[in-house]
């Protein structure tokens, strides 16, 4: 995702509070930050523990959002809000990502409202993966926008 924002300028990645660790707390008012400082609705990008942050900040804030890219949401049981998202949603599930298995991303799809995308055998979707330029990606943000 740091690649798109470094080839887009129009893209503003949301600042990231200091860390490790993953404080969601911290997370979610940097992403409110980002949110409500401009009044152009946004479609947000996330990877990993920024779809968990994506979604705890829909359950407690409003916001112009066009809607958002959720790749790859970890599964953390007991912390993942499943309340059904207040804007449009594309989740792209891998058959193989090491932290959630393809039902869980099923039901992630399903209780958030969001489209499933099945990337197939693609790790976490991340650099690591082998994932450098990513068009198919780039074409769902598109289409959320």
């Not at 470094?6 to 860390?19: E, K, L, S, T, V």
């Not at 207040?86 to 989740?91: D, E, G, S, W």
Request: charged share 20%; proline share 10%; hydrophobic share 45%.
């Amino acid at each position: 995702m740091v690649r798109w924002a470094d080839a887009h300028p129009d893209y503003q990645w949301a600042p990231r509070p200091p860390g490790p660790p993953f404080v969601l707390e911290d997370r979610v008012a940097a992403l409110h930050m980002a949110i409500t400082a401009d009044d152009e609705p946004a479609v947000l990008i996330a990877h990993s523990a920024g779809c968990i942050t994506t979604v705890t900040w829909a359950g407690r804030h409003t916001g112009p959002v066009l809607g958002a890219l959720l790749v790859t949401p970890p599964h953390l049981d007991g912390i993942v809000p499943r309340e059904k998202l207040p804007f449009r949603a594309t989740l792209v599930a891998s058959r193989t990502d090491p932290y959630t298995t393809f039902a869980q991303f099923e039901r992630f799809a399903a209780d958030w409202g969001a489209e499933l995308v099945d990337a197939g055998d693609a790790g976490h979707v991340e650099t690591a993966s082998g994932y450098g330029p990513w068009p198919a990606g780039e074409r769902l943000v598109a289409a959320l926008g």
